[in-house]
C-alpha cells in the first residue's frame, strides 16, 4: 500500500475520533442538565433566592412603613393653635389633646411605630436566613395586629378630621377649620400618613402569606 492511500484512511480515523469525543461531550452536559434539573436541592436554592428576592422588598416597605407611622405620631402630637384675638375670659385654642380620638390616635401610632422599629431585626434575619419560617411567621402575626390598630385609629381620626371640615348640622356642630387653619392641614395629613402606612403594613401580610405558603 502506498502513502497515497493510507492518507486518507488516517484522516477519516481522525474525523471519527472528533465525533465521538463531541458526541461523548454532548451527553454529558445532556446528564449534567438532567441532574440538576432533577436535583431538589438545586430548586431549593432556586426557591431560597425567590425567598430572598421577598425579604429584601418586605424590609424596604417595613422602612417607608416606619417612617409613615413616625410621621403621624409627631405631625399629630405636634398639632397645635391658638387663634390671634380672645377676649376677657377665653383664649382660642386647639390642640390634640383637647380630643379624645385624637389622643388614642397619638397612642396607637406611637405602639405601632414602635413595634415597626423592633421588626427590622427579624425583617434583616429573613433576608440572611431565607429559609427560616419562625421569623417570617412572627411577623405575620403581629403585622396583623399592628394593622388593626393602626387601622382603627387611623378610622377614628378621619371621622373627626371630616368632622373639623365639614362640621354636622344635624348634631349642631360648626367646621372649625375655618378658624383652625394649621391645626386641621396638620391632623389632615397625620391622617393621610396613617393611611399609607395602613396600605404598606396590608402589602407586608400579603408578601409574609405568599412566602409562607411557597415555604
Not at 407611622?69 to 384675638?85: D, N
Not at 377649620?177 to 399609607?196: E, K, M, Y
Request: glycine share 4%; hydrophobic share 55%.
Amino acid at each position: 500500500m502506498n502513502r497515497s492511500d493510507s492518507a486518507p484512511m488516517i484522516s477519516t480515523h481522525a474525523e471519527s475520533s472528533s465525533s465521538r469525543r463531541k458526541a461523548a461531550h454532548k451527553d454529558e452536559a445532556y446528564h449534567v442538565m438532567r441532574v440538576l434539573a432533577a436535583d431538589p436541592k438545586h430548586d431549593h436554592n432556586k426557591g431560597a433566592g425567590w425567598k430572598k428576592g421577598v425579604a429584601v422588598l418586605d424590609f424596604i416597605l417595613r422602612l417607608g412603613a416606619t417612617a409613615a407611622a413616625l410621621g403621624a405620631t409627631v405631625t399629630m402630637a405636634s398639632s397645635e393653635q391658638t387663634l390671634p384675638f380672645f377676649t376677657q375670659f377665653f383664649q382660642f385654642s386647639a390642640g390634640y389633646d383637647d380630643m379624645p380620638t385624637f389622643t388614642f390616635f397619638v397612642i396607637a401610632m406611637a405602639i405601632v411605630s414602635g413595634y415597626l422599629v423592633l421588626s427590622l431585626p427579624f425583617s434583616i434575619v429573613s433576608i440572611v436566613r431565607p429559609k427560616l419560617v419562625a421569623p417570617r411567621l412572627l411577623l405575620l402575626i403581629f403585622d396583623t395586629v399592628a394593622l388593626t390598630l393602626n387601622t382603627s385609629a387611623a378610622a377614628a381620626a378621619a371621622a373627626i378630621v371630616y368632622l373639623a371640615h365639614n362640621g354636622s348640622s344635624d348634631a349642631n356642630w360648626l367646621a372649625i377649620c375655618q378658624q383652625f387653619t394649621d391645626f386641621c392641614q396638620q391632623t389632615s395629613g397625620a391622617v393621610v400618613s396613617a393611611f399609607v402606612a395602613v396600605v404598606m403594613f396590608t402589602v407586608l401580610i400579603l408578601l409574609s402569606a405568599v412566602a409562607l405558603w411557597k415555604a
